[in-house]
């Protein structure tokens, strides 16, 4: 009896919208003075977009380049676009963390931004107790007594020989010719851009994976090209 594989494919379209809205988050904060009202459960949202669209990379990486390429694609959008929305935000939250009083600036923000700004306002508030010297002092270390002073004899110097480590093997390169343009392909060593008719050396896992999509061909040692 044949056996029916079904690719289930990933809902690249839900990802985009998602995407959408954090840019226009990002948007509106920078355009804001104060901290925007931000949803409770905005971060384990955004935990969880990472770790499927990482498990989705993962899984199609031998199995549909094209898919693989896309994801990699949305999954750096996604990346760079948190980091400057985290960036903004918890510049104003900093900000906040200095002053006295800061309840009126938890009201909208996420639970796990609340307790940070609760441990950064604590921490400011120990930092300047330091500086002024009202509540925390530094301990003094007590000298020790005279009699008690040892003078220490250096450690005779022994010559021991470097170790020698084993050189990593290297995955052997095979000749391969490129038999359609491909887009853009991440790999360990380097990405590559992949045209019709291209010869090079690759590796042979890389060589493996192109091959079974109908990518690359394998062109003989000593064969006339």
Same mark, same amino acid.
């Given at each position: ?69 896309? /994801? !990699?694609?949305?999954?750096? *959008? ?9 960036? #903004? +935000?918890?510049? =104003? ?24 700004m609760k441990e950064l306002n604590a921490q400011m508030k120990g930092y300047y107790d330091d500086f002024t010297g009202i509540t925390r002092q530094t301990e003094e270390i007590p000298e ?14 022994? /010559? !021991?020989?470097?170790?020698? *480590? ?9 000749? #391969? +010719?490129?038999? =359609? ?5 991440a790999q360990p060593d380097r990405d590559y851009y992949l045209h019709r008719n291209d010869i090079l050396y690759i590796s042979g896992s890389f060589a493996k994976m192109l091959s079974s ?13």
């Amino acid at each position: 009896m044949a056996m029916v594989f079904v690719m289930i494919m990933i809902d690249i379209s839900k990802y985009d919208k998602l995407l959408e809205d954090l840019k226009a988050m990002l948007f509106s904060e920078r355009k804001s003075r104060k901290l925007n009202r931000i949803e409770p459960n905005f971060y384990k949202n955004i935990h969880s977009l990472f770790v499927e669209l990482t498990e989705e990379k993962d899984r199609v990486v031998s199995s549909d380049i094209t898919e693989y390429m896309e /994801i !990699t694609k949305l999954l750096d *959008e996604v990346r760079k676009n948190f980091k400057a929305f985290f960036q #903004v +935000r918890f510049e =104003k939250i900093g900000k906040y963390s200095v002053y006295d009083e800061i309840e009126e600036y938890l009201y909208n923000m996420s639970p796990e931004e609340k307790n940070i700004m609760k441990e950064l306002n604590a921490q400011m508030k120990g930092y300047y107790d330091d500086f002024t010297g009202i509540t925390r002092q530094t301990e003094e270390i007590p000298e020790m007594p005279e009699e008690e002073k040892t003078v220490e004899e250096p450690p005779e110097k022994t /010559i !021991t020989e470097p170790e020698i *480590e084993e050189a990593p093997v290297a995955e052997e390169m095979v000749l #391969v +010719r490129i038999i =359609k343009d491909q887009p853009p392909i991440a790999q360990p060593d380097r990405d590559y851009y992949l045209h019709r008719n291209d010869i090079l050396y690759i590796s042979g896992s890389f060589a493996k994976m192109l091959s079974s999509h109908g990518v690359c061909s394998y062109i003989e040692k000593g064969k006339k090209l």
